[in-house]
Antibody
């Protein structure tokens, strides 16, 4: 059974860069043609897609965040990562990593999520 | 970007009752590229429906999805205690992929 687990600092200062990693177990991140994505949920709000990356390293992002987001992949570690620069209080959220289905950009496998607070 | 509007915001029902949740898109969702998720506090979202009407693996048949174009519906035929949660729709026909704001199904 594929499992995803987010990790990273739970507290980030305003204007700094948020960095999270998703570790994939139970399968190889590069064995099949799947996109791996990041989704977030601010407190009391709905879900927002941040961006996705293919095992080859090709990534695409939500235009609303594109100027601040970088998603990368490390197949040797079976991990993919999110960097969000110049964070503000509006970036505080539970961040989820997830894997697309392979048949379309909907998400079958999700991590449990990690809460990131933005505060000085 | 395609905006998804879910209604109602909250649905108060009793176990055994039927729940009907709506998801309306600001533009046509071609090929019925619409998914539904169940989300409980502290848990990862769970995929219920993809392709507007196909149940994901392991999802009970009391969950069904329907609709096309701009209007989609998730129906839970008979609510069980475990079904009380927030439900989101998501379109994947046009990037950026977007989610609705959610419908909370609560115990009456």
């Amino acid at each position: 059974q594929l499992q995803l687990q987010e990790s990273g600092p739970g507290l980030v200062k305003p204007s700094e860069t948020l960095s999270l990693t998703c570790t994939v177990s139970g399968g190889s991140i590069s064995s099949s043609s799947y996109y791996w994505g990041w989704i977030r949920q601010p407190p009391g709000e709905g879900l927002e897609w941040i961006g996705s990356i293919f095992y080859s390293g090709s990534a695409y992002y939500n235009p609303s965040l594109k100027s601040r987001v970088t998603i990368s992949i490390d197949t040797s570690k079976n991990q993919f990562s999110l960097k969000l620069s110049s964070v503000t209080a509006a970036d505080a959220a539970v961040y989820y990593c997830a894997r697309e289905s392979g048949l379309g950009s909907y998400y079958v496998y999700w991590g449990q999520g990690t809460l990131v607070t933005v505060s000085s | 970007e395609i905006v998804l509007t879910q209604s109602p915001g909250t649905l108060s029902l009793s176990p055994g009752e039927r729940a009907t949740l709506s998801c309306r898109a600001s533009q046509s969702v071609s090929s019925s590229y619409l998914a539904w998720y169940q989300h409980k506090p502290g848990q990862a979202p769970r995929l219920l429906i993809y392709g507007a009407s196909s149940r994901a693996t392991g999802i009970p048949d009391r969950f069904s999805g329907s609709g096309s174009g701009t209007d989609f519906t998730l129906t839970i035929s008979r609510l069980e205690p475990d079904d009380f949660a927030v439900y989101y729709c998501q379109q994947y026909t046009s990037s950026p992929w977007t989610f609705g704001q959610g419908t909370k199904v609560e115990i009456k």
